[in-house]
């Protein structure tokens, strides 16, 4: 019998799958072909779900360390018993410390709704600390909100309109694989597609033109493409004023970050950066796809090792054409 079901694991995506049950075993596993987003796509490692759902390596029963810290020794407990000591531990905490002296740790799951906020009712009702979760993106997402605003990016659908896409450090073929597609179709209306990355990745090798700045570089790029973008009015002057703060700061920093600058840091000739930002600047719905590459740069707001799987975040800066 096959039964519809979902990819659980540390991808944005959540595919559809086609899963095989015989006997109340995971016998096979199929991408979906009906599932809207993902269309029948199926990873390798989402199609070794029998394996790894059966694997007799896999923990099914609570563990307790029964030696000292870091030598390994764990002993099987039962359900009840591992709850038990769980909640009596939470609650001694709680009543000797204070219920903020408990630090709620987690991330997305599948990043689907569920797996996203399971838990966090039970924290908030334990008045547990007002922890966001996770010391992975929230640093990078700070950074976003702070110069994007707060609310979701631009959906990818989308990107199928645009008529000018930029790949920002995210190597789209191998991480990001659904995002495709639709810079397919934008290409096949004409659209061009510039993948700015310091690897000459799978999608860097597809693209139009690949842009190979040095490693830790971005933010000099960015500012440089800012100038030119400024300096010849590629940018929409009311949109800035109506809806940014600090522009006036903005605008006087990039303009001490000439293409000619930029050039030394990146390693890209002065005309490239100039032409990127123009081109950019000119189109009619530009569309910048970013990833993790950037914000996980020496220097950046980001404490740890990104998952390649991870959602990117996008938007873009705010054109003459629109966007």
């Known amino acids: 019998m096959w039964k ?10 959540t595919c559809g799958l086609l899963v095989k049950v015989e006997q109340g075993r995971v016998a096979a596993v199929k991408g979906d072909p009906d599932h809207p987003f993902t269309n029948g796509f199926l990873c390798r490692k989402a199609g070794c779900y029998p394996q790894h759902v059966h694997s007799p390596r896999r923990i099914t029963t609570p563990l307790k360390r029964s030696g000292p810290k870091g030598s390994g020794s764990f002993a099987p407990i039962g359900w009840d018993e591992a709850l038990g000591e769980i909640s009596a531990r939470l609650a001694g905490v709680a009543g000797e410390h204070g219920p903020q002296a408990v630090l709620p740790y987690s991330y997305a799951g599948h990043m689907g709704l569920v797996h996203r906020h399971a838990g ?33 990016s631009t959906d990818i659908e989308s990107a199928a309109q645009s008529d000018y896409i930029i790949i920002w450090g995210s190597n789209t073929l191998t991480t990001n694989v659904h995002a495709w597609p ?121 404490p740890c090792a990104p998952s390649p799987c991870c959602r990117p975040w996008w938007g873009p800066w705010p054109s003459r054409a629109g966007a």
């Open 4 to 13: 519809r079901s979902v990819c659980c694991k540390d991808c944005p995506d």
């Open 120 to 152: 966090h009712a039970f924290s908030h009702r334990l008045g547990a600390s007002r922890l966001l979760y996770t010391i992975c993106s929230p640093a990078a997402t700070a950074g976003f909100t702070a110069s994007l605003g707060p609310g979701p």
């Open 182 to 302: 639709f810079f397919q179709k934008a290409r096949q209306k004409g659209a061009k597609l510039v993948v700015v990355d310091p690897y000459r990745n799978r999608t860097a090798r597809k693209a139009d033109q690949h842009l190979m700045l040095r490693p830790g570089s971005d933010a000099a790029l960015a500012l440089a493409m800012m100038q030119v973008l400024i300096a010849e009015d590629l940018i929409d002057r009311d949109y800035i004023a109506g809806h940014t703060v600090g522009f006036a700061r903005l605008e006087k920093r990039a303009a001490e970050h000439p293409p000619e600058r930029a050039a030394g840091i990146t390693g890209l000739e002065a005309g490239a950066i100039r032409d990127l930002a123009r081109e950019y600047g000119r189109a009619r719905a530009p569309y910048i796809r970013t990833g993790w590459g950037p914000p996980a740069s020496s220097g950046a707001a980001w």
